[in-house]
């Protein structure tokens, strides 16, 4: 599997990314700095945490319009997956490749701490190698995390099962104590309707290694390289 991390001005887990994609890849993405119009044909396109452009405007609103952007948009429409991580996330969603959008925390402080998260589909590239329900711990490390979208928009990912992960207790149990950000519904990552992009405020490659302290995450990628070999 062939991957490239799309590098932004103010991103700091695009190295974080890249060293988890080659230890369960076997080969070292490429990476495409965000004025790049053009990179190589690669199978994922991710979209790391930060800053991007100082998180002016809006989280993700400028760099969803740099050149690098306009070449993902145009790849994930022909089905090359896709994977945004908290800025990345916030990326996709101001470049309408996801639905919804991400608002201030509902304690408008700066959040970063270790969460549960409930794997709520095993069924797609990105979550195949967990199994449904099963519970993560994993950080997230973000300020404007609370996922939002109107009342027919719920309804559409969940009747599209487009829900990847929700903040859960320990247990599993979904609970507005286990919210961190306050996210509807405890959204915590979402697919795009065929499931070829994924959006989520955890930091999976934060503990995707023993060294790191867990490898609650590393399942993510594994899930990715073992659907694209």
Same mark, same amino acid.
């Given at each position: 599997? /062939?991957?490239? %991390?799309?590098?932004?001005?103010?991103?700091?887990c695009d190295r974080d990314v890249a060293v988890t994609l080659e230890q369960v890849s076997g080969r070292?993405?490429h990476m495409v700095w965000h004025k790049e119009t053009e990179f190589p044909k690669v199978d994922l396109? %991710?979209?790391?945490?930060? +800053?991007?452009?100082?998180?002016?405007?809006?989280?993700?609103?400028?760099?969803?319009?740099?050149?690098?952007?306009?070449?993902? *948009?145009?790849?994930?429409?022909?089905?090359? &997956?896709?994977?945004?991580? !908290?800025?990345?996330? /916030?990326?996709?969603?101001?470049?309408?490749?996801? @639905?919804?959008?991400?608002? &201030?925390?509902?304690?408008?402080?700066?959040? !970063?701490?270790?969460?549960?998260?409930?794997?709520?589909?095993? =069924?797609?590239? +990105?979550?195949?190698?967990?199994?449904?329900? /099963?519970?993560?711990?994993? &950080?997230?490390?973000?300020?404007?995390?609370?996922?939002?979208?109107?009342?027919?928009?719920?309804?559409?990912?969940?009747?599209? $099962? /487009?829900?990847? +992960?929700?903040?859960?207790? &320990?247990?599993?149990?979904?609970?507005?104590?286990?919210? @961190?950000?306050?996210?509807?519904?405890?959204?915590? $990552?979402? +697919?795009?309707?065929?499931?070829?992009?994924?959006?989520?405020? @955890?930091? @999976?490659?934060?503990?995707?290694?023993? =060294?790191?302290?867990?490898?609650?995450?590393?399942?993510?990628?594994?899930?990715?390289?073992? *659907?694209?070999?």
């Open positions: 599997m /062939q991957a490239a %991390v799309i590098v932004f001005p103010g991103s700091n070292k993405p396109i %991710v979209l790391p945490g930060g +800053f991007s452009y100082g998180d002016y405007l809006r989280c993700g609103a400028m760099a969803a319009h740099s050149p690098a952007m306009r070449e993902t *948009a145009a790849r994930a429409e022909k089905g090359v &997956p896709v994977l945004g991580i !908290c800025n990345g996330f /916030q990326i996709l969603t101001e470049a309408k490749l996801l @639905p919804g959008a991400l608002l &201030p925390n509902k304690t408008l402080t700066y959040i !970063c701490k270790d969460v549960n998260l409930r794997v709520e589909t095993s =069924q797609s590239l +990105f979550t195949n190698a967990y199994e449904e329900g /099963q519970t993560l711990r994993i &950080p997230v490390a973000h300020h404007d995390g609370c996922y939002s979208i109107d009342d027919e928009g719920r309804r559409r990912l969940e009747d599209n $099962g /487009q829900i990847a +992960f929700r903040y859960c207790a &320990p247990d599993g149990a979904v609970t507005p104590e286990a919210n @961190p950000n306050g996210s509807l519904s405890n959204i915590a $990552g979402v +697919f795009n309707r065929t499931k070829t992009v994924l959006g989520l405020m @955890p930091h @999976p490659e934060r503990l995707a290694d023993r =060294q790191l302290g867990g490898t609650d995450g590393r399942g993510l990628f594994e899930s990715i390289c073992g *659907a694209l070999v």
